[in-house]
Structures are given as structure tokens and as C-alpha cells.
């Protein structure tokens, strides 16, 4: 092999490497929020791409009609996602979680409403944004990564989903509000004995949630174009690295966010068509043969 | 006596009516217009998906969002053995693919349960419908089939055929031995299986026998739509729909199902065309509101009017 060749070989690694970590690093944190909201309140979220798709169409028509840029609208967007979904715990799962006998019925009721919550804010965004494909451009000059050419959006992009996710990852470890987020996820009654305001742990932990997939908007909105149908794609890729990761565990998805990024990358490298059967092939085979993940207990 | 006669007329009054409605929808295209016709075919596909759905996810609690793989690959067989074959044949052939691969499916998710096993389901239909896709763009280069047309009273009269089997066919899975081993298995598997049921064995076939109707509502509607492709065929709406359909109508009688799609089914074809998102918006709050306030679904309000709140009990046998 030639010195060309190996620095070529070298560059497109490289290229497929940057890209999978793109990719990685907003599936770990779509997965990250649908885990918490999956793992501590045994909501499984199937309306979880629908914030996603509320980050993203917020951030652009900020962006179109009244100049915000992205950058900006990832604080705007959080915590306003974050209250919705406070709100709808509170009202909603928590009335479920009162009325249902056992935490199985409780489990698929909560998927059930979800489903609901998933056509009623599909439905009142296509009224609001119609059925268009939309897009914004935002910072798209390229750099040069050492031969591998990328835009400064997506360098951004992976910055924040990185961050973000790790960010989030300590929060939960080293503050005392994700100690007890944790407590609860483990322990629910007995977190309840040892002080922990179990329902406003859990509306927070849905709050948080839906906070990391407005954030993932955010950047899907920087990259990608979008349609008001766009969520269910999100939340089908977001249970599946869930699965990869383990049912439930946190760093379980973010570790799974990045491997299904970086496989992705890889496919799509060799048939971009291919990527989202490959993702049903992993899923599928995962569940077949440990059905736990790789962090699942 | 008293016993004898109360049950008798218990079996009569019902008997006659289904005999009458029966009467009056096989005689439906000779009087009604031709739209009614169309419209009550829609509805009875989707009774169709939702009975069978209830057959094997109402006794045990198993949520299945593989609807849509069953009803596709009934699709799909009609679109490709088209003309081939006469239709009956076509029918039947679709309707046993889809009773293989649920047989192949439940055997496969013997391990798996409550949350596994309902994105197991839903992974495998769409893990179908992409490949399916991918194969149509990349191998074949084509996109989509166009299927031959049927003559609107023939698709009726075979839909109506379908939903009839279908729902003697719940009935009496429902009423055996069979049905109250696929409630203990609802109940508590572990049990079940220490009482001496093969729950494996009942597992699959049933979850077979569900996907059997599917594959046939799926292949003749494939007649009416005339174009399809994996994304029509597979829609994951058709796995979510029955779901709905089952808890709002309520699974507690087996009318329940059939009420619950007949209104969603009614709903969508007159909302649809005019108003889609108003119609997918109203059918999101309803499915809300009919999980927090209607457990039992719209059954369940009936007889707890008619019986004046002893429903809890009922609801827990």
C-alpha cells in the first residue's frame, strides 16, 4: 500500500468516525431523555420524538421569522419543553399511576396515552406548520479536520450533544436532585421513606426528558430537514438504543447512543439506504439473544 | 324451568337480531348506493384487524404492534400473485404467510415479555416493511405494484365473509376450554403452565391464528386500494389502530372490539379526506380520555350503568 493510499484509507475512517460520532452524539441524548423517562417513571415515551420535533420547529421558525439564532433557541426551547412535560406528568401519568392496580397495568397505560400524546401533538403541529418540509442553513462553511472536510454546524452540533449529554451524566451522579432521581429509579417506595418527593422526582425526570429531546431538535434542526412527521423516526431510534443500552440504564444509553451512531456511520458509508434496516436487524438480534443490553441488569 | 327458559331467551333475542342484521348486510348491495357499500367495507377491514388483534392480546394481555406485518404481507401477496390465481386462493395464501410468520414470531418471542415483547413486535414489522423497501429500490428498481381491480360488491361480499369467520371464530375460541387457557395465561403465565397447559403452544398458534385474519382483510383490501408499496402496505397506523380501537370500544365482551372500530372506522372515512389532522387530533384525545377515564372501554360504561357500579367486580374475574 502506497503512502497515498494509506493517508486516503486514513481520511475516510476518519470522515466515517466524526460522522458517527454526529449521529452518536444526539442519539445518546434522545436516548439518554427517553431512558430517564423509561427507567425512573416507567413511562415508555413513545410521544418522545414529538419534542423532538417541537425543538426542532420552534428553533426554525425562531430562526426564519425572528432571527434567533439555533444557538440561542436550545435555551429557549429546554425549559419551555421541560415545563410542558412537567405539566403533563403531573396531570396525566401521575393520575395513571394513582388509578393503575399494578406497575405493569400502569406500564401499558402510560405507552398507551403516550400513543395519544403522540397524534395530538403530531396533529396540532401539522396545523400550525402544514405538512411542508422545512429547513434553515445555519454556519454551513467547511473546515478541514487534518484531510476529513465538515461543515462548522455539524462540528457544533456534536460539540453540544456531547456536552450536553455528559453534562447531564454528571448531574445525575454527583448532584443531590439526581441522587435522588436515581433512588427513586432503584427504590421507589423506599426513596419515598427517605425524604424523596417521589412525585415531583418523577415529573421531573418526564420534564427532563422531554428538556433533552428539545435540546436534540435543536441540533436535528441545525443538520437535517424536517417535516411535522418526523418524530416516530426519532423515538423508534431512541428505543432502540435504549434496548442496546439496557431497559433503564442511563449510561447504558449513552454508551448505546454513540455504538449506534458509529454502526450507522459505517452502513451508511456503504449504502446510506441501508442504515435503518440495519438499525432493525441490531434490534431485533439484541432481543433475541440478550434482551438485557449491554448494561441491563 | 326457570333456568331453562331464561337462557333460552337469553340465546333467542340476540340470535335473531345478528340473523336480521346478517340478512340485511348480505342483501346490502341491492338496495343501498354504492358508496355505503365501499364505507362499510373500510369498516369491516378494520373489525376485522381489531377482533383478530383481541383474539390473542385481549386474554393475555401480550400488546401486539405486529398488526401491520400480518395485514402487509397479506397486501403484498395480492399484489404480487395478482391475477394469477383466483382471488379465494390468493386470499387463503396470503392469510396462511401471515399465520406462518406469526407462528415463526411467537416461537421467537418465547423469552419475551410486558415491554419486550411489545417493541419486539413493532421492530419486526418495521424491520419488514424496510427491507421490503430496500429491496424494492435497490434490486428490483421499482417501487411500489399497482394491483388489479375487483368490482366494489365482490370485495364487499368477501369482507363481509372475513369479518363473519373472524368473529365466530373469537366467539368460539372465547367460550372453550381454549379461551379460559389464554386468560390464565393473561392472568399468570407461571400458573398457567404448572396447571398443564403447553403456554407455549397456545401462545403461538393463537397469536397465528389472529395474524390468519389480518392476512386476509389485508389481501382483498389490496384489490380496493389498486396502488401499493411498503410504506402503504406497512403501515405501523394499521398495528397502532386495533389497539386503540380494542381498549376504546372495551375488551370485556366481544362486541366491545367490533363497537370501538366501527366508530373509529365510520369516523375516519367522513373526517379523513376533509379534515385528516382534525381527525387524527380528535382520535389522539379520545384515546387520552378513554385510558384515564373508561378502564374498560365502552363496554365497560354499559354495564356499569346496567348494573349499577358492580362493574369492578366483573372487570377482575
Redesign the interface.
Known amino acids: 500500500m502506497s503512502i497515498a493510499e494509506g493517508i486516503f484509507v486514513l481520511v475516510t475512517v476518519l470522515d466515517i468516525v466524526i460522522a458517527g460520532l454526529i449521529m452518536g452524539g444526539i442519539y445518546a441524548l434522545i436516548a439518554v431523555g427517553l431512558s430517564l423517562q423509561y427507567g425512573v417513571g416507567r413511562v415508555?415515551n413513545v410521544s418522545h420524538g414529538e419534542f423532538i420535533m417541537l425543538g426542532a420547529f420552534a428553533t426554525w421558525s425562531l430562526y426564519t421569522v425572528f432571527g434567533i439564532s439555533p444557538l440561542i433557541s436550545l435555551v429557549i426551547c429546554g425549559p419551555v419543553l421541560f415545563i410542558i412535560a412537567f405539566l403533563i406528568h403531573r396531570t396525566?401519568f401521575q393520575?395513571?399511576r394513582d388509578?393503575s392496580e399494578s406497575i405493569?397495568v400502569f406500564?401499558?397505560?402510560s405507552?398507551?396515552?403516550s400513543?395519544?400524546?403522540?397524534?395530538?401533538i403530531?396533529?396540532?403541529a401539522?396545523?400550525i406548520w402544514k405538512a411542508n418540509v422545512r429547513g434553515y442553513t445555519y454556519l454551513v462553511y467547511s473546515v478541514n479536520l487534518g484531510g476529513a472536510v465538515f461543515t462548522v454546524n455539524r462540528l457544533i452540533a456534536l460539540l453540544f450533544a456531547v456536552v450536553l449529554s455528559l453534562a447531564f451524566y454528571i448531574f445525575l451522579t454527583r448532584a443531590r436532585l439526581g441522587k435522588a432521581i436515581r433512588a427513586a429509579a432503584e427504590e421507589p417506595e423506599m426513596a419515598g421513606l427517605m425524604g424523596v418527593n417521589i412525585k415531583r422526582v418523577l415529573a421531573i425526570c418526564f420534564g427532563l426528558g422531554a428538556l433533552m429531546a428539545g435540546f436534540a431538535g435543536v441540533l436535528v434542526s441545525m443538520l437535517y430537514q424536517m417535516q411535522p412527521t418526523m418524530g416516530?423516526e426519532y423515538t423508534?431510534i431512541a428505543?432502540?438504543v435504549v434496548?442496546l443500552g439496557g431497559?433503564g440504564s442511563i449510561t447504558g444509553s449513552l454508551i448505546g447512543g454513540f455504538i449506534l451512531g458509529l454502526i450507522g456511520s459505517i452502513v451508511t458509508y456503504f449504502?446510506p439506504?441501508?442504515s435503518?434496516?440495519a438499525y432493525?436487524?441490531i434490534?431485533?438480534l439484541l432481543?433475541?439473544v440478550k434482551?438485557t443490553g449491554i448494561l441491563g441488569k | 324451568m326457570d333456568i331453562s327458559r331464561f337462557t333460552s331467551r337469553r340465546f333467542l333475542v340476540p340470535g335473531l337480531i345478528i340473523l336480521i342484521l346478517l340478512i340485511l348486510l348480505a342483501t346490502l348491495p341491492l338496495y343501498a348506493p354504492g358508496y355505503t357499500v365501499i364505507l362499510l367495507t373500510a369498516i369491516f377491514m378494520y373489525i376485522i384487524i381489531t377482533v383478530g388483534w383481541t383474539i390473542f392480546s385481549g386474554p393475555t394481555r401480550y400488546i401486539s404492534l405486529a398488526s401491520a406485518a400480518f395485514f402487509g404481507v397479506g397486501v403484498y401477496t395480492m399484489a404480487i400473485l395478482g391475477k394469477a390465481l383466483p382471488l379465494a386462493a390468493v386470499i387463503t395464501i396470503g392469510a396462511l404467510i401471515s399465520f406462518i410468520l406469526a407462528l415463526f414470531i411467537g416461537f421467537l418471542t418465547l423469552r419475551l415479555r410486558g415491554m419486550y415483547f411489545i417493541i419486539f413486535t413493532f421492530g419486526i414489522s418495521e424491520l419488514i416493511k424496510n427491507a421490503l423497501l430496500w429491496w424494492e429500490t435497490n434490486i428490483t428498481n421499482t417501487v411500489g405494484r399497482w394491483v388489479f381491480r375487483v368490482d366494489h360488491d365482490q370485495v364487499y361480499y368477501i369482507m363481509l365473509a372475513i369479518f363473519v369467520i373472524t368473529l365466530l371464530t373469537a366467539y368460539f375460541i372465547r367460550r372453550s376450554k381454549y379461551g379460559a387457557a389464554l386468560q390464565s395465561i393473561g392472568a399468570n403465565e407461571e400458573a398457567a403452565a404448572h396447571t398443564g397447559i403447553n403456554v407455549t403452544l397456545v401462545k403461538g398458534v393463537t397469536f397465528a391464528i389472529s395474524a390468519f385474519f389480518m392476512g386476509a382483510a389485508g389481501a382483498i383490501m389490496a384489490t380496493r386500494w389498486a396502488y401499493v408499496d411498503p410504506r402503504i402496505a406497512f403501515n405501523p397506523l394499521i398495528s397502532f389502530m386495533p389497539v386503540l380501537m380494542a381498549i376504546f370500544g372495551g375488551m370485556g365482551q366481544i362486541y366491545g372490539p367490533v363497537i370501538g372500530a366501527a366508530i373509529f372506522a365510520y369516523l375516519e372515512e367522513i373526517l379523513i379526506t376533509k379534515f385528516p389532522y382534525y381527525y387524527m387530533l380528535i382520535f389522539g384525545i379520545v384515546l387520552v380520555v378513554a385510558i384515564l377515564y373508561l378502564p374498560n372501554g365502552l363496554v365497560g360504561l354499559v354495564q356499569k350503568w346496567r348494573k349499577g357500579g358492580s362493574v369492578e367486580q366483573h372487570a377482575n374475574t
Open positions: 415508555l396525566l393520575y395513571l388509578t405493569d406500564e401499558g397505560n405507552l398507551l396515552a400513543f395519544g400524546l403522540l397524534f395530538i403530531q396533529n396540532v401539522l396545523l416516530l423508534i428505543v432502540i434496548v431497559l449504502d439506504a441501508l435503518l434496516v432493525y436487524v434490534f431485533i432481543l433475541l434482551p
